[in-house]
């Protein structure tokens, strides 16, 4: 890029000295992260190695996997967190991330009116804690308070009613839909800085050609937004199999009914921590986290190594 | 006649999802907020009614205020997230631009090494960094707090920073070391003020988990002088969970602040996405 340049012999008349400049740029970013995320991080790794052999930690190898997965109990919850946490993240990304599209591309129609209180409105949810919007929905959909049965009822569709949270078989989507809810905001704004982006004489050339409204949305702006869309798809992947708050407020560290909003950062809460009668385990604990840092791992590679390559880059 | 009647038909029908989406997101907050004003009654018989005269009632923030000071957690919340912020975005614009404009051994290595954090939650740590804060004596210090959000928002900081520092012209500050201006002064002067745009969407993107968080509050400073906004509501509540009117005001004044401080930035985040972005 742009080395070269400063090679230039006005600036720099020795040739490529040593450019301090680069380490002092890295250094307290490279510091404080190192320090505080990748070391513990790294520690937290170690452990899954490790277990109490009479009463003394000891290095076990593999063990502690190879029990998460023969072990009945072990296995068929970790199984059932993965499932449910994949349904978690198909939910949003069919529609949390096509809603905040649609709507960065509504509000970046220019001289529409309102644009800016939509915008600022829509954004409310994601700026509000998990303690909050767990709390409120729990209210809005609990039978006691009768919101939701009272809403439907106005519009003769009280029947549709079912204590959602409360039941098995729906207790997931429901969850899944509160965190859409809440987070829809984060697409939508990153999708709209990047079609403000797009500069005017792409599009006015477009219009030249005849390309407007819904054409011109296919055909010009989304591939030019492609590379934000790649960003908030790994970025909801990411988010969803890290994503433990929502589900703790809202069904408790159980994820009840029944474990069926159980995923797999409420299970690693579990077997980390303990909850009643089960006793805390760091060592499988940290198998559990080791585990979700390969999926996770797994997913991001894929992302930077596979679609990200792929994928064109314009520069204006 | 007729396109221009297609044309306002079609933005009619943009203004009807649009007003309907904002109802959705906004529905619930101010329910919260209107029955947070009411008797306990009032709650239950009308919820969806603005309070009157005759259900007005102050009894939930009374409880909340008697039970826990929540100015102090406001307080603490502000100081964390305001830190934590100003770092990440400090050092994240630093080592971005380092990332971006330089070609250097091992940059690759670096970008991946410093995206790692991206997608490893910082939390799968936290018993190593609890030993760690203990051993520097930080532990229920506002010091730690920032200390773990700053390395929490590094990595997305830095990826979306280097992102938009690539689209920023090498014409322009190549033009800046023609006419001798250091490397430091490139990077103060000429790219951090293109970037503000995408400054402005990190620090929304950073300010929000740190506002929200739970889990390092509560295992690094639950303290009483210590406590954020989150745990503290967090706290309330679940000590208060059948008292509806306390419930409410605890959530209501939980989400007051953040709005507010939310008015005051979106108007920077608008000044700024509108400013430098496209010109």
Redesign the interface.
């Known amino acids: ?3 070269t ?2 090679a ?1 012999p ?2 720099a008349p020795i040739k490529r000295p040593t ?1 301090w ?2 380490a ?3 250094a ?3 510091l ?2 190192t ?7 790294i ?2 790794l170690r ?1 899954s190695l490790y277990n109490l052999v009479d009463g003394q930690t000891a290095f076990v190898g593999l063990s502690n996997f190879v029990t998460l997965f023969s072990d009945p109990r072990l296995s068929a919850s970790f199984w059932n967190a993965l499932g449910n946490n994949l349904i978690f993240f198909v939910i949003h990304m069919l529609v949390q991330n096509p ?1 905040g599209i ?2 960065a591309a ?2 970046s ?1 220019p001289k ?3 644009a ?18 767990g ?3 729990k ?2 959909l609990s039978p006691i ?3 939701a049965p ?1 809403m439907l009822d106005m519009v003769g569709l009280k029947w549709l009613f079912a204590p959602w949270l409360g039941r098995p078989d729906s207790a997931l989507i429901a969850v899944s839909l509160i965190s859409v ?1 809440q987070y ?1 905001g ?1 697409p939508m ?2 999708i ?2 990047a079609l ?2 797009i ?2 004489e792409v599009l006015e050339a477009a219009e030249c050609d005849g390309i407007t ?1 819904w054409s011109q949305f296919w055909k010009i702006k989304l591939p030019l937004i492609l ?1 934000s869309i790649g ?1 908030i798809s ?2 909801t992947f ?1 988010g969803n199999f ?1 994503a ?2 929502l589900i703790y ?1 809202v069904q408790g560290a159980l994820a009840g009914p029944d474990g069926s909003t159980d995923i797999l950062g409420t299970l690693l809460y579990r077997t980390f921590f303990g909850f009643q009668n089960q006793m805390g385990d ?1 060592s499988m604990g940290a198998t559990i ?1 080791t585990v ?2 390969l999926i ?2 797994a ?2 590679s894929l992302y ?1 190594f596979v679609i990200q390559r792929r994928m064109r880059r314009y ?2 | 006649m007729a396109k221009a009647r297609t044309s306002l038909i ?2 009619g029908l ?2 009807l ?3 309907s ?2 109802l ?3 529905f ?2 101010f ?2 907020l209107v029955n947070s004003f009411k008797s306990r009654n009032a ?2 018989r009308d ?2 009614a603005v309070p009157t005269p005759s259900t007005f009632s102050l009894i939930g923030y009374e409880t909340v205020l008697a039970q826990g000071d929540f100015f102090g957690y406001f307080q603490n919340s502000l100081i964390v997230t305001v830190f934590s912020i100003a ?1 990440v975005l ?3 614009a ?2 971005a ?3 971006s ?4 051994r091992g940059n690759l290595l ?1 970008g ?1 090494y ?16 609890l030993q ?1 804060m203990v051993a520097a004596g930080l532990v229920n210090t506002l010091t730690a707090l920032v ?2 959000y ?3 928002g ?3 900081a ?1 990826f ?1 920073l280097s ?1 938009f520092m ?2 920023v012209s ?1 014409d322009l ?2 033009a800046g ?2 006419d ?1 201006l ?3 002064a490139i ?1 103060f002067r000429l790219v951090l003020p293109l970037v503000r ?2 400054m402005a ?1 990190v620090a ?2 950073t300010m ?1 988990p740190i ?5 390092f509050p509560l295992i690094l400073a639950p303290g009483e002088e210590t406590k954020t906004v ?1 745990l503290g ?2 706290m309330f ?1 679940g000590q208060f969970v059948t008292n ?1 009117n306390a ?2 005001s605890a ?1 209501s004044l ?2 007051l602040p ?2 507010v401080l ?2 005051i930035f ?1 108007r920077q985040l ?1 000044r700024g ?2 400013s430098g ?2 010109k």
């Open positions: 890029m742009s080395d340049d400063t230039d006005a600036i450019r400049h680069i002092v740029f890295l307290p970013a490279v404080v992260y320090a505080i995320m990748i070391l513990p991080l520690e937290t452990l809603v649609a709507l509504m509000l129609i529409l009116r309102f800016t209180f939509y915008r600022t409105a829509i954004f409310v949810p994601t700026l509000l804690s998990f303690v909050i919007v709390f409120i929905w209210l809005i308070w009768g919101i009272g809810w829809v984060i704004m990153l709209y800085a403000l982006n500069p005017e409204g590379p960003i790994i970025l990411v890290n433990f708050d407020t760091r986290a979700m840092f996770i791992l997913g991001v930077l520069q204006f | 079609r933005s943009i203004h999802a649009l007003i989406y904002t959705i997101a906004l619930p907050v329910l919260t709650i239950f919820p969806m770092l400090l050092f994240g630093m080592a631009f380092a990332l404009e330089y070609r250097f670096m991946l410093l995206a790692l954090g991206i997608m490893i939650p910082i939390r799968l740590g936290t018993v190593a960094i760690g200390l773990v700053t390395a929490q590094l990595p997305l830095i979306i992102e690539r689209n090498d500050k190549n070391r023609i001798g250091s490397e430091y990077f745009p995408a969407t929304v993107f929000i506002w929200n968080d739970l889990w989150t509501a967090q509540i509806w419930v409410l959530l939980a989400i953040v709005l939310y008015v979106s608008i996405i509108t972005a496209v």
